[in-house]
Structures are given as C-alpha cells and as structure tokens.
C-alpha cells in the first residue's frame, strides 16, 4: 500500500457565500485546506485572508489578477504535491456539491490509490437546462480524444487527484487555464493509462450561485481544447489502441481469477 496523504484543493474567484460554512466542514477531517484566491474582488479576499487566520489547517495562495480555474487548480495541485500530499481532493466553492459526499471519496481513493476518482453527478430539478445539454457535447469530445467511455462526466469538479500521475501530466503540456482544464486533464491523464473511477454525487444549482462561466471566450477556449486533444490523440493512437488490448486482456484474466475461485470454493463445500 503506497504512503498517502491527502488534502483538499479549493479554487475560489468572487465566491463568498458559502466560504465560512465550507471551510468549518473540511476543517473537520483534520487534513491541510489549500485555498487560491484567483484573483477574487476585496469582499472575497478579505474572507479568505480572515478565515486563513481563523482556521490553522488552511493555507491561502493569492493570484495578483484571475488566471482562470484551471490555472487556480494548477495552482493548487502544485502546492499540494510541494507540501507532501500524495492526493488531493478538489471542491468549488459554489455550494453546488454535497459535502456529506467527501468521507466516500477519500475512502474510495484511499482503497485505490493510482486511480482518478472523479464525481458523476445526479441532477436535480435545480440544473439550467442549457448547461445540462452543452455538458452532453462536451461529454462526446471527451469520449472520442480519449477512446473511452470511462470518463462519465468530465465537467464535474468534485474529484481527487493521484498527485505524481497529474503532475506528470501538468509538466508535459500546456493547458486551458479556464473552464475546459477539467476536461483536458482527464483525457491527458486517460491518455497515460490512469485508471478512472465515477462516483455518483449530488449536484444543485443553489439561491446564490454565481457563474462565471463566459460564453464566447469559454466556448472558444474548450473548442481549442478539443482541437489539440483530437490531434493528440491522433498521434498517440497506436499507444491508446495497446492500452485498451492490454487493459481488456488484464480484466478478462481477473474476471478468470474470480470464477476459478469462485468454482473451487463451491466444490470444497460440496466435499
């Protein structure tokens, strides 16, 4: 079992809302609170600095002007691994996941430790109609740049992170600093045989949510995105075509294991 440790990465830009109540509930899991201020106005960041004082498991990393989420998870990610954590569990700060949610998460990581664990959220009646069907083309993009359906939902950012795989893969390329980051860094981490693993999780859109999302200038930059990551895989074919053979090979001979165990264990009782 590898030596893991865990902590939690928050990107915060103009979210002040729900940061006191967030805060006070990762600090019950006793584990280090990275924050990055990207860039946030003085409502926001005067919070935060408060809170950092208030609270001895938070650590605050300021951007002088907003880089984008990406950038921010970036960020956060480096410190993260610069700190010692072999993981990280990353959170928005929108009130929209269910923190009842985290304990699985880490536990589900903790049991497999080179695995993304990433949320597939459960919508309720709450969710914007538009942004629920503009997941749906991303989702197909995913699929394709990566040559699998293990990806379920690629936008959501309530996931933890193997810190040594994704560093590898942050150092290798140059990435959407914004709102198409999440997506990338799973296809890319996909692309180096990372294994996935997609935990149902409760997704609301609540009273004061606040988006950020740009439709040009976000839309544009996910459109890129997916350009490069087409080419990429294009390139990397023959290496995803070896994965998916190796990978299939790998689990029909577990799946072998399992029912010649399973026979045995049936004939010893009949004995």
């Known amino acids: 079992m590898l030596n893991t440790q865990y902590g939690f990465v928050i990107p915060v830009y103009n979210h002040p809302y729900y940061l006191q109540t967030l805060i006070e509930h990762l600090d019950t899991f006793h584990l280090p609170i990275i924050v990055v201020n990207d860039g946030s106005e003085l409502d926001c960041s005067e919070i935060l600095k408060q809170l950092d004082q208030q609270f001895p498991n938070m650590v605050l990393v300021e951007h002088e002007s907003n880089q984008g989420k990406g950038q921010a998870v970036i960020t956060g990610l480096n410190k993260a691994h610069d700190s010692g954590l072999s993981h990280a569990l990353q959170l928005d700060c929108d009130g929209q996941h269910d923190w009842n949610d985290i304990t699985q998460f880490l536990k589900i990581s903790e049991t497999n430790p080179q695995a993304m664990v990433i ?33 379920k939902d690629s936008m959501c950012g309530f996931r933890v992170y193997p810190l040594n795989e994704t560093l590898k893969v942050l150092n290798s390329a140059k990435f959407q600093p914004r709102m198409g980051f999440d997506s990338e860094v799973l296809v890319r981490l996909k692309w180096n045989n990372v294994p996935f693993i997609n935990l149902p999780t409760k997704v609301i859109y609540p009273e004061y949510g606040i988006s950020h999302f740009n439709v040009w200038r976000d839309n544009l930059g996910m459109s890129k995105a997916h350009a490069r990551l087409f080419a990429g895989m294009l390139i990397r074919l023959p290496k995803l075509m070896m994965y998916k053979i190796s990978n299939s090979r790998t689990a029909k001979l577990k799946t072998l294991k399992i029912d010649q165990k399973s026979k045995s264990i049936k004939g010893s009782e009949h004995d």
């Open 119 to 151: 949320g597939q959220p459960i919508f309720d009646e709450t969710v914007p109609k538009g942004r629920l069907y503009g997941r749906y083309a991303t989702h197909i993009w995913v699929w394709i740049n990566s040559l699998s359906f293990e990806i």
